[in-house]
Each structure stands twice: as C-alpha cells, then as structure tokens.
C-alpha cells in the first residue's frame, strides 16, 4: 500500500496517567482492526513515525516491539498494553521507606526495571518495527537526546537496550534517579524525563517526520498537507495556585508546582504551534489533539496507582474514545487513505544520505 500521507502518532508524558491515551488508543486499534477487517491490525501498521515522552515513551517502545509475552511477531495489542498499566503501576511506584523527592528520589527504580525487563528482555532500538522519536534529556551534554529506531538500525553508536531507552525517558526528577544508558559503540549517556523540556513531543515528531518524508519521497517542500498527525495528552488537573501563598514561596515550595506548570505550559505551547501550522495551509482536520481536563473525582498526581483511582482513569480514557468517536472514525480514514501516485523508491545516494542526519 501506497499511503497518502505520512502519519504521526504522539504521546505526552503524564507517569500514571498514561491510562488514559492507553485506552483511547484501545479504541483507535479496534476501529483500524475492523474497518481493515484485520484482527491482528496494530498501531503500528497505520503510523509511519511514533513518538513519545516518559509514559508516552514507554507505550511507544509497546507499540512497536514484538510480543514477546505471547511469543508473536506482533507488536503487543493496545489493549494488552493499556492492562498493564493497571496490573503494575504499583509495582512501578513502590515507595521507599522515608524517601518523599525532597532530598532523594522518591522512588528506586526496581519495579520499574523489573517490569520493562519483563515485558521488553533484551529487545533492542534498532529492532522495533517502525521509526520512533523518544525523548530525553542528556544532563551531561545539557542538551535533548533523541532515541530514534530508523538511526539506530544503521549505526550502532545511536543503537540503545529497549529497557534502557524506557528508562531513561521516564527519569523523571524528584520521582527517579537519573539513568545511564550506553549505546552499542559503549558510549555513556546520563538521562533524565524528555519532560523536563518537551512533555508533549508532536512538533518534534512532526519536524522529524518531516525530514524522514523529505528524503524517502526526494521532495523539497514538505508541510502539513502531507502528513496526518494524532497527539495525545494525558489529561491533568489544573489546579490553581494561590498568588497569595505563592508570591512567599521559596525553591523548596516551588519544586513540584513548578515541574507541573512548566510541562503543562510547554504542551499547551506545542499545541497552540501545530495548530496555526496546519490552519496556515488549510487543513485543520489532518491535525487531531485529544487532551482533557481530568474530572474533579479523579487525581491527577503522575504517581497515584490507588486501585480506585486507576480504575477512575481507565473509565475517563474509555470515556474519551466514546466522546471523540466521530474525531476517531475521520482519523481511521486518513490513515488508510492511499495514494494515487506511484511510490517513489530511494536512490542508494538518498540512503546515504540520510544515514548521515546527525542524532541532536
């Protein structure tokens, strides 16, 4: 198949809450799964880039990594993948005696590692099943680092562990210790959450898969006519804060706060860009961000894996897949929509050309 266009699929970050794009993109696969009349249909096989930070990074490595619990090829189904969060958050989030994130993490990493060693054993970034963007952040170099599967397939020193890539995306400050990821050329990167400076990761998605579009179809000018992107948040709960309490606050008290308005305030930002750049060329529809306000009976906080409340936050993520059922059956077309024009194949010159895209 020939597709028309080239179709993103972004997921902010969130901790916990990543119930809710889970179970929203429940929906999404058994719709693809019934319109192809496919049962086997995945994410993965109606997405040509995806991209995701902290949990969004986490379900990213799901979508595209074989089902190695099941012993498939396949990539684990959104549905498998969305019951995990509610069987292992707590065992993601165990407290540590006396640890509360003021003065150490608040948490160690051996549930978490546990699980993704579980769920992802030795799986590595150059062997998922489609490109992927996940973020983090080098505290080392100061800057972004990118763990792309379509540079880690040709070049060992971008190729990473699968459970080091999760880990290192989800480090989130306060919550996990850094982590210390070496590529397969033995070079050492210490990372923490993609979200310290970009919780919603569509734009980098976009910027990339543009580049990814640009090189495969040798086309000059690729915009947003070409590409069909689907963004999820994880939803939050904005709570006010009071400027008479807030104006005394020092960094101690402005800690957490802080962390939450700058990841809400960036992924507002993010959105607010993506929408003026597919309005500037008149096709709003082919840009579809679902991103609600959590109910005032569900809490938001990234670590609360109280059974009720996850429970809470699978029922709104389901809820959400029926509201935007219509926005959903629209997007299911355009991903299946092909092309009328003959597939244009890359030339050796191209291959080699995009195999030197540097990584940041």
Known sequence: MNNKYVR??????????????????VALESKLQEKSNNKDARLSDYFDLICGTSTGGILSCAYLSPDIIHNKPLPYSADFVANLYQEYGPEIFKHHFLRYGIFKEKYNTTGLELVLSKFFAKEELKNLKKPCLITSYDIERQKGHFFRQHKAEVDPYYNFKLTDVARATSAAPTYFPTETAR????????????????????????????????????????????????????????KPINNDKAEHWGAIKWAVPLISVMMSGVADTVDYQLRQIFDSVKVNDQYIRINHELPETIDGGMDNTDKENMQKLKEFGVQLGHEHSDDLDKLVDLLMEESHDPPILVSDHSKTLFDKIPLN
């Open 8 to 25: 993103i699929l972004s997921i902010d970050g969130g901790g916990i809450r990543g119930i809710v794009p889970g179970w929203i993109l």
């Open 183 to 238: 590529s397969d050329m033995d070079v050492s990167f210490s990372l923490i959450d993609g979200g310290v400076f970009v919780n919603n990761p569509a734009l980098c998605g976009y910027s990339e898969a543009r580049e990814i579009f640009r090189r495969k179809h040798q086309k000059a000018n690729v915009t947003a006519k070409d590409i069909v992107l689907f963004s999820l948040g994880t939803s939050s709960s904005k």
